[in-house]
């Protein structure tokens, strides 16, 4: 990571922090833990024009865990998808960014989801599309760790290796922890890599918090398969007293953490 | 009436037409493709179809994926694991998000017959018809199913067809006008008016018939859609008939019998009944006894008919 590249995640951090604030609800905990993953999408993997939103090739974007969209927001403010003062309206009612994404009211978002599970398989669909011979972009979806025990990811990716969708790349935001605590306690993953390769994927592994290892198994030449990127994150990564607590998941902040969280982020 | 046939070969007649005419519709499928009918699509354009297997949520998420890139979608299955499977993908990837699809589930009502309650959606009209955004559409036969077809392709978002598997009656003609949320009176009556839908069109025919030889006259309207319903047409006719009878292939409750029950309450106060199954789930047998078991039929139209007669003689309608 670079200077500039830590002051940028350090920004969007500082960002989430005083939307969740505002609003006294939502997720820290998942936000945080996906900062570099965006970062290093929207700086320097997907095609994409601010200025032409709706431009028919660009590449997709899926937050499947869509809990996590203020992090999602606070990259799109950044790049000029809409403006930064918009951030501060988050979940009020009539704001253009809702609780969890919704593409009929945020610019720059492609899909809706927060029903877990779901992205992957909306993704699917924008893999089908372009790969068609009228398309051709690349789709990216984000997941977490929890949302792999839905049934509908496995079914999502049985298709996409029978249908060879090499412009697909699934990304874990792997932090190990859901609502009711750690994956391990709750529902094990077991060897989540070893399980997409025996779905026909072909799998990767970068640190969720180095902007770099991120962009280089993102970009890493396209083969014949679906792509699945395991990047190990920390939840709450960031702020001391979130990290790897599971309580933090979807946890308002009092006037006193949240001085505390913005001093970490140097604000 | 004309040669019995069945709505679902029509409807993948009409999908095989669509697709020659416009390149981007696509059809999906859940390996039922022999059973929906999609078949003949999927023979004809292959590098527009999908078939997701036996895996019907996830075809609900990914057609929407389609459609949102600039697609029409026809996505089907059987209407139980469309509408009731896979009903939250329904609502949150289609409709939530508007998604241009169109679903086409088949197998509804107990006209499926023989595979049984597992297989017999009872309940789907009322499960799409609760989804905002969502049109549903019924046609009465296979006629009409073609127009039905190509008109929920004119417009964008998502609408349900409902399908059937067992050759029946035309009631309709060529040339007899479609329009989506547009009611079609296709017998004047004054005594009773039956408003149905889907295959019960043809048997509240029959019972007008029947019904003009006893001396009674009643209005036979084809409610092809339950929703947006055409509400206008529903009271008009409690207007002019003062008595109201639904028939459908569905649940009385939260189908065409539910909506119209909710446009005539508050607006019209006239003797109303709702022919359709009784809160029950469906069972194995030939359709035609199931229609007998269930009161699908003629007979139980002309019956909820004299009902309520002879509560509008007992207890003058108010307006």
Redesign the interface.
């Known amino acids: 990571m670079t200077q500039i590249q830590e002051n940028k995640a350090r920004q969007i951090r500082a960002d989430i922090l005083r939307m969740l604030f505002a609003c006294q609800s939502g997720h820290p905990g998942g936000s945080l833990s996906s900062v570099e993953i965006l970062l290093a999408l929207y700086d320097n993997v997907l095609r994409y024009d601010p200025q032409n939103r709706d431009w028919p090739e660009r590449d997709r974007l899926v937050l499947s865990k869509g809990h996590g969209c203020p992090t999602l927001y606070a990259v799109l403010a950044d790049k000029g998808f809409f403006p930064r003062e918009k951030l501060w309206t988050l979940r009020q009612l009539g704001s253009i960014l809702q609780g969890h994404p919704d593409m009929r009211k945020t610019p720059g978002v492609d899909a809706s989801t927060g029903s877990l599970g779901q992205g992957l398989s909306i993704s699917l669909g924008y893999a089908l599309a372009g790969k068609r011979p009228e398309h051709h972009f690349r789709v990216f979806c984000i997941v977490g760790d929890g949302e792999l025990q839905e049934g509908l990811i496995w079914e999502a990716a049985m298709a996409a290796s029978h249908y060879r969708l090499h412009n697909l790349t699934v990304i874990l935001d792997y932090n190990g922890l859901q609502i009711d605590g750690a994956n391990e306690q709750v529902m094990s993953l077991g060897d989540i890599s070893e399980k997409f390769r025996a779905f026909g994927w072909e799998t990767l592994t970068a640190d969720g918090h180095d902007v770099d290892a991120i962009t280089a198994a993102l970009n890493a030449p396209v083969g014949e398969k679906p792509r699945f990127v395991l990047c190990p994150t920390v939840k709450g990564k960031g702020v001391s007293f979130m990290e790897n607590a599971c309580c933090w998941h979807g946890r308002p902040m009092t006037q006193e953490q949240y001085d505390d969280a913005m001093r970490e982020m140097g604000c | 009436m004309a040669e019995k046939q069945s709505t679902r070969v029509a409807y993948g007649e009409a999908l095989a037409e669509l697709g020659a005419k416009d390149a981007r519709v696509l059809v999906a499928d859940a390996d039922l493709a022999h059973a929906t009918m999609t078949v003949d699509f999927a023979t004809k354009f292959p590098?527009r179809f999908?078939n997701?297997?036996i895996?019907e949520?996830?075809m609900?998420?990914?057609?929407?994926?389609?459609?949102?890139?600039?697609?029409t979608v026809f996505a089907s299955t059987f209407a139980l694991f469309g509408a009731g499977r896979a009903y939250?993908?329904i609502r949150?990837?289609i409709c939530?998000?508007?998604a241009n699809v169109k679903l086409g589930l088949s197998h509804a009502g107990p006209s499926a017959g023989e595979d049984g309650g597992s297989h017999q959606a009872v309940e789907d009209i009322a499960l799409m018809r609760v989804l905002p955004g969502m049109k549903v559409l019924v046609p009465c036969d296979a006629i009409e199913m073609k127009k039905a077809v190509f008109a929920a392709a004119e417009i964008d978002g998502p609408a349900f067809i409902r399908t059937g598997r067992l050759p029946t009656d035309i009631c309709t003609e060529a040339s007899t006008p479609f329009e989506i949320g547009k009611a079609v009176v296709l017998r004047e009556g004054a005594d009773v008016a039956i408003i149905a839908c889907g295959i019960m069109v043809a048997q509240a025919l029959y019972a007008a018939a029947a019904l003009e030889a006893q001396g009674i006259s009643a209005a036979v309207v084809n409610m092809h859609t339950i929703k947006p319903l055409d509400e206008a047409c529903v009271l008009e006719m409690a207007r002019r008939c003062g008595a109201i009878v639904t028939a459908e292939e569905h649940s009385v409750i939260g189908g065409l019998g539910g909506a119209v029950a909710e446009t005539l309450a508050g607006n019209a106060c006239v003797p109303f009944e709702r022919v359709g199954i009784q809160d029950r789930f469906g069972q194995s047998g030939k359709p035609q006894d199931l229609f007998r078991e269930y009161g699908l039929t003629a007979e139980a139209v002309q019956a909820a008919c004299r009902h309520v007669i002879d509560r509008k003689s007992a207890a003058p309608a108010q307006g």
């Open positions: 590098d999908y997701f297997g895996a949520a996830n609900m998420c990914a057609s929407s994926g389609l459609a949102h890139c600039g697609y939250e993908q949150n990837a939530y998000t508007g």
